[in-house]
C-alpha cells in the first residue's frame, strides 16, 4: 500500500483530504504544520507528500525541501490557492511534481497522486535497471556520463569476457584500479579472487618473494615454504599497479610466468601451472621506458593486448558534478552528516584542474563534509586555493587547505619519529599504504633523514 503525507493548518480540510485519500485505498499520516511535516516527511518513507504552500507560520516550501532531500525522496504535489500560481510554479522549480489549485475535487486529487506514483515506479525500475547493468559489468563506482567514460566502458564490456591481459594508463588518480575491478567482476573469472599489488610499494627482492613464493631456507628468515600471491590468484585475476616502476630482472620473470602459465618458487626448481589473467596499470610512459632500456620491449607488448586509456578529470568536466554529487552521499552516510554544496561550489568544482584527478575530488570532498559538519558547503570549504590564486583570506589569515596540509604534515612528521624514519612503519601507524604516504610526503615537501 502506498504511503501519502498530508500536511495542512486547516484541521477540516485536512481531515477531509485524509478520508479521500484513505477511500481511494491509501496509506495516510497527516500533519498540521510545517515543522510537523518536515519531520514526519524525512522520517516516514512517503511514496508521496501533499502539502499546501501555507501553513499559517509556517511555509510549504520548507517541507517541499526536507522532503526532497532526503535519498530516494518522496514525490511531492503543492496545493495552492487561486491567484497564487506563481508560488506553485516556483515549487515546481524547486523539485515539486505538480500543483493543484483550491478548490479541487476528489477525481482531480486522486488522479494527480497516481501519476505522481507511476513517476515514482518508473524512476524505480530505471534506477533498478541501471543497478543491474553496474552491477553486472562491475561499474558500480565508475561514476561519470562524458562521452570519454561511456567509450571507455563500452571497450571494457567487450574485453572483460576475454582473457586478454590488459594495459591500463593514465594519470594517478584516473581510477586505473576500479576499471580493472570492473573487468575482472565481468569477466568469467568473476567467482574467483581478483589480487591486486602495487609494484611501487614492495621492494624489488620482497615483490619476487611475495608474487612467487618461497621454498624452505630460500633466503635468511625463510622458515617454512610459502604460497606465493600468484597461486593465490590461480584462476582468478592478478593486478599490477604501477608496473613501470619494476626492475628489468622482475619483469623477465614476470614474462615468463605470463609466456608459460607457469612460476617457479624462490629456492626451487619444480615450475608451478598458474592459470591467472594479469591486468597492468601505469601512469608512465611505458614506450618511452621501453626506449631508455627501463622496461622491457616484449613485456610490453605482452601486457598491451588490449590497452586501455583513463583521460584525466580535467578532460571530462560533465562528470565533476556527479563524481561531487557521489562523493558527497557517499561522505554524509560514512559521518552521519548532513552536508550539501552550497551556492557556487559547483561552478568551482567545474573551473578547478585536479592534479590528482577524482582521487583529488574525492579528499577534497572528505575533507569538507569532516571539517565543516552539516549545511552547505561553501567554495572556499571545498576547493583549495590555487597558487597564485586571488581570495581573501579567512580571518584568521590561514585558509581550510592551508591548515589541513599542516595538520597532516605535523601527523605524518610524528608517525616518522615514532617510527625512526621507518616509511613502511609510518604508513602501518598511520593506516595507509607506503605508496598513499610517499605521494603526501612528496606533496607536502616532507624530507625525513
Known amino acids: 500500500m502506498s504511503k501519502v503525507l498530508v500536511v495542512d493548518d486547516q484541521r477540516n480540510l485536512r481531515a477531509t483530504l485524509v478520508m479521500m485519500l484513505r477511500g481511494a485505498g491509501y496509506d495516510v499520516d497527516e500533519a498540521g504544520d510545517a515543522d510537523e511535516g518536515c519531520d514526519l516527511a524525512t522520517k516516514g518513507a512517503y511514496d508521496v507528500v501533499l502539502t499546501d504552500l501555507r501553513l499559517g507560520p509556517g511555509d510549504g516550501m520548507r517541507v517541499l525541501r526536507a522532503a526532497r532531500e532526503i535519498p530516494g525522496p518522496p514525490e511531492v504535489i503543492v496545493m495552492t490557492a487561486f491567484g497564487t500560481i506563481e508560488s506553485a510554479v516556483e515549487a515546481m522549480r524547486d523539485g515539486a511534481f505538480d500543483y493543484v489549485e483550491k478548490p479541487f475535487g476528489e477525481r482531480e486529487l486522486v488522479v494527480k497522486v497516481e501519476k505522481a506514483l507511476e513517476k515514482r515506479r518508473l524512476e524505480g525500475q ?150 591467472v589473467r594479469v591486468i597492468a596499470a601505469t601512469n608512465q610512459d611505458l614506450l618511452a621506458a621501453v626506449a631508455d632500456k627501463r622496461f622491457r620491449q616484449d613485456l610490453y607488448y605482452r601486457l598491451a593486448v588490449a590497452r586501455l586509456h583513463l583521460p584525466p578529470l580535467r578532460e571530462r568536466r560533465e562528470d565533476i558534478a556527479q563524481l561531487a554529487a557521489f562523493f558527497l552521499d557517499k561522505y554524509n552516510r560514512k559521518m552521519g552528516r548532513r552536508a550539501r554544496l552550497g551556492d557556487g561550489v559547483l561552478e568551482a568544482l567545474g573551473a578547478y584542474d585536479y592534479p590528482g584527478n577524482v582521487r583529488e575530488l574525492e579528499n577534497m570532498i572528505e575533507q569538507a563534509v569532516a571539517l565543516s559538519g552539516d549545511g552547505p558547503l561553501s567554495v572556499d570549504d571545498v576547493v583549495p586555493t590555487a597558487p597564485g590564486a586571488e581570495r581573501t583570506p579567512p580571518a584568521s589569515g590561514r585558509s581550510l587547505a592551508h591548515a589541513v596540509d599542516e595538520a597532516e604534515r605535523a601527523t605524518i612528521l610524528g608517525a616518522l619519529r615514532d617510527t625512526d624514519g621507518s616509511r613502511e612503519r609510518a604508513a602501518e601507524v598511520l593506516g595507509i599504504s607506503p605508496t598513499t604516504l610517499w605521494r603526501k610526503m612528496t606533496r607536502l615537501a616532507i624530507s625525513f633523514d
Do not use: W
Open 126 to 275: 530505471v534506477q533498478a535497471f541501471a543497478s543491474e547493468f553496474k552491477e553486472r559489468y562491475g561499474f558500480a563506482n565508475v561514476v561519470g556520463r562524458s562521452q570519454a567514460l561511456r567509450d571507455l566502458l563500452a571497450r571494457v564490456v567487450k574485453i572483460a569476457p576475454t582473457d586478454a591481459t590488459v594495459l591500463i594508463t593514465g594519470e594517478s588518480g584516473t581510477g586505473k584500479e576500479l576499471v580493472a575491478k570492473a573487468i575482472h567482476a565481468s569477466s568469467r573469472r568473476a567467482d574467483r579472487p581478483f589480487i591486486p599489488v602495487n609494484c611501487a610499494a614492495i621492494s624489488d627482492t620482497l615483490l619476487e618473494s611475495e608474487l612467487f613464493g618461497h621454498a624452505r631456507g630460500a633466503f635468511t628468515g625463510a622458515a617454512s615454504a610459502r604460497k606465493g600471491m600468484f597461486e593465490e590468484a590461480d584462476g582468478g585475476t592478478f593486478f599490477f599497479d604501477e608496473i613501470s616502476e619494476t626492475t628489468p630482472a622482475f619483469q623477465a620473470k614476470l614474462l615468463r610466468a605470463l609466456q608459460e602459465g607457469e612460476i617457479r618458487r624462490l629456492g626451487e626448481n619444480r615450475p608451478i601451472l598458474v592459470d
